[in-house]
């Protein structure tokens, strides 16, 4: 073996993983094709083990089958190779357990010395792929039996909590077993790779750091739009709205990266630090700037791509009186020297026109313009940073339109690198994949420390409670449109429409 070889394998952390909710949606859907695709790359050392637990009664082989055909449904069949698919089932095991009860952990404690010498270095890495209600009693369970050593981690899923209560309850309840440096609160946007190229682009090139800031930056629009409406998680999302399943984590954390001031370095704290001076200084709400400020939308019947879609309130088991929001508009900003009077357009709703989440920084005009009057509405660039479907970067120029009779006209043309075309022999990892190798390294840089939920949760629990004073029920749209006409009109008040890519 070279030396080069010892050095790749030297690199893989060895860990025992314990995936609580391992037949759930969320496992077979995302988290078994990321392992696989981690173990297909050989960034799964050889002697990492991965222990499903749920409460079904499970043969080792009948689990190992459902783990193989949702691989077979969630991983493109030119990535499915039948050596790697037999190496990376064969470090599957399976225990049926009861979560909430301690009776029966004490198997997970005897799974893990079953194989291993004492003097092995192998980490619990315990994924809660479960209700946060499940969290505090898991961890609990998991001390007591002995499973857990000074190495363990924990990763957690959101939401954390419905409320900042709440979520101190539960961030209590996981602090008490586990200390802050060994908790992974998943955001999955943190793991995407355009997110990533953000610190490089905002960082790494002067071009964009001199600029950015209030004296160039005109105002910026975030929108994460989804075609798809509850997918049977009525229960969970009429309680929750789109206010708090998408903007107090997924937005708030783009809100972060593009407002944060450049961290000292790459530590994790370091950049969590800038993250959470964001979260301190987003602008409240009041209950006069709300009806300004602020839309909220639910969808009714309507059709996407020619099909044909029911409201929300027809959804199946809907409570028929809901006033819950499907769709968030708002315009807020963040109080600091960087940003004073920039505004922060966002926008995010179910059984939108397409699925797309965009970034977009709009610059501000040159002083003086010499150009046609009619074009100046192109007058100004626009970086477009698009994180699905198709993740890339698109710099809007402005270049003299070419041909004899255009004088000097101009055409509004982008800069563009999409990370399909450019890397085409590269496949784009998905973002759990990312997220999941640097738990096995112990790094925390891309999962949201306690603060930062917290910060979020004060600020969107402000926003609610002004919802409930002033008491008025989500605006309707219908499924297929990009909300509702109200949310035009909030940006267009301030003379300034939102940025469609088609």
Not at 79 to 99: G, N, P, Q, V
Not at 255 to 282: F, G, S, T, W
Request: charged share 25%; proline share 4%; net charge negative.
């Amino acid at each position: 073996m070279n030396s080069h070889k010892r050095l790749e394998e030297d690199s893989r952390a060895v860990i025992d993983l314990a995936l609580f909710g391992a037949l759930g949606d969320l496992s077979l859907r995302k988290l078994y094709p990321a392992l696989y695709h981690l173990d297909r790359e050989g960034l799964l050392h050889e002697d990492t083990r991965i222990l499903g637990l749920a409460r079904q009664q499970l043969k080792i082989d009948d689990f190992r089958k459902r783990v193989t055909e949702a691989l077979q449904e969630h991983v493109k069949s030119s990535e499915l190779d039948r050596d790697a698919l037999k190496r990376f089932t064969a470090r599957l095991d399976y225990l049926h357990l009861d979560f909430g009860t301690a009776e029966g952990y004490q198997a997970i404690a005897e799974w893990r010395t079953a194989v291993r010498h004492e003097t092995t270095i192998c980490p619990l890495v315990v994924y809660l792929a479960v209700p946060a209600s499940l969290y505090g009693d898991i961890c609990q369970h998991l001390q007591g039996s002995g499973s857990l050593d000074e190495l363990s981690r924990v990763v957690v899923e959101k939401p954390i909590g419905y409320d900042y209560e709440t979520s101190c309850e539960i961030n209590d309840a996981i602090g008490s077993v586990f200390p802050e440096s060994r908790i992974y609160r998943i955001d999955h946007y943190l793991g995407k790779e355009t997110v990533q190229n953000l610190i490089a682009l905002r960082f790494a090139n002067p071009l964009f750091g001199t600029q950015w800031n209030q004296n160039h930056v005109s105002h910026v629009e975030i929108t994460v739009a989804e075609q798809v409406g509850i997918e049977g998680r009525w229960g969970y999302f009429d309680k929750a709205g789109q206010l708090r399943d998408m903007v107090q984590n997924h937005l708030l954390q783009l809100v972060c990266l593009i407002a944060m001031d450049p961290p000292a370095n790459l530590d994790a704290d370091a950049i969590r630090d800038e993250k959470v001076k964001v979260l301190k200084a987003l602008e409240p709400f009041s209950e006069n700037s709300l009806g300004r400020d602020v839309v909220r939308g639910q969808y009714i019947a309507g059709s996407i791509e020619g099909q044909s879609l029911p409201g929300y309130l027809e959804e199946e088991g809907a409570n028929r009186e809901s006033e819950t929001e499907t769709f968030v508009a708002m315009k807020t900003g963040v109080a600091n020297w960087r940003w004073a009077g920039v505004p922060f357009y966002l926008r995010t709703g179910k059984r939108m026109p397409e699925k797309l989440s965009q970034i977009v920084i709009h610059f501000r005009q040159q002083p003086h313009y010499i150009f046609d009057p009619d074009q100046r509405n192109l007058a100004a660039n626009k970086l477009v940073i698009r994180l699905q479907p198709d993740e890339g970067i698109a710099l809007e120029v402005l270049t003299k339109d070419s041909g004899l009779d255009k004088g000097m006209r101009l055409r509004r043309g982008p800069l563009h690198l999409d990370f399909g075309s450019a890397f085409p022999k590269t496949r784009i990892p998905d973002a759990y994949e990312r997220l999941l190798l640097e738990v096995m390294k112990g790094q925390q840089y891309l999962f949201v420390r306690r603060d930062e939920v917290e910060h979020a949760w004060h600020w969107c629990d402000s926003l609610i409670a002004a919802w409930k004073a002033l008491g008025d029920p989500p605006r309707r749209y219908p499924a297929g449109s990009w909300g509702p006409v109200a949310s035009i009109a909030m940006i267009t008040q301030d003379g300034r429409s939102w940025y469609e890519d088609y």
